[in-house]
């Protein structure tokens, strides 16, 4: 019922930008937390940038720090990625990524990702 739907991605060259988007299709209940993560050949899955649905509060790889900036609209359950002085090693596909909690707990949780998209960085 709820998919996540990516955009954004493309071609740049180094310290070029890009705006990534991810747009949730259909209905949830609750939003714990929305992010990004990339997968680059040969490398496993790594967090990018995360933010939570309540407070806003971020978290960044330390590799992206001051570069990339995530946000968010908690009314159209969207989250951006912006982009900048992208390098080389950002090369990757960027899956977008929503957890939500389940029970009324909050101690278990369950993930919804998107297909992913692919950046490249390359001059």
């Known amino acids: 019922q709820v998919q996540l739907v990516e955009s954004g991605g493309g071609l740049v060259q180094p310290g070029g930008s890009l705006r990534l988007s991810c747009a949730v299709s259909g209905s949830i209940f609750s939003i714990n937390a929305m992010g990004w993560y990339r997968r680059a050949p040969g490398k496993e899955r790594e967090l990018v940038a995360r933010i939570r649905w309540s407070g806003g509060n971020t978290n960044y790889a330390d590799s992206v720090k001051g570069r990339f900036t995530i946000s968010r609209d908690n009314a159209k359950n969207t989250v951006s990625l912006q982009m900048n002085s992208l390098k080389p090693e950002d090369t990757a596909v960027y899956y977008c990524?929503?957890?939500?909690?389940?029970?009324?707990?909050?101690?278990?949780?369950?993930?919804?990702w998107g297909q992913g998209t692919q950046v490249t960085v390359s001059s």
């Open positions: 990524n929503l957890q939500y909690p389940m029970g009324s707990t909050g101690i278990f949780s369950a993930d919804y």
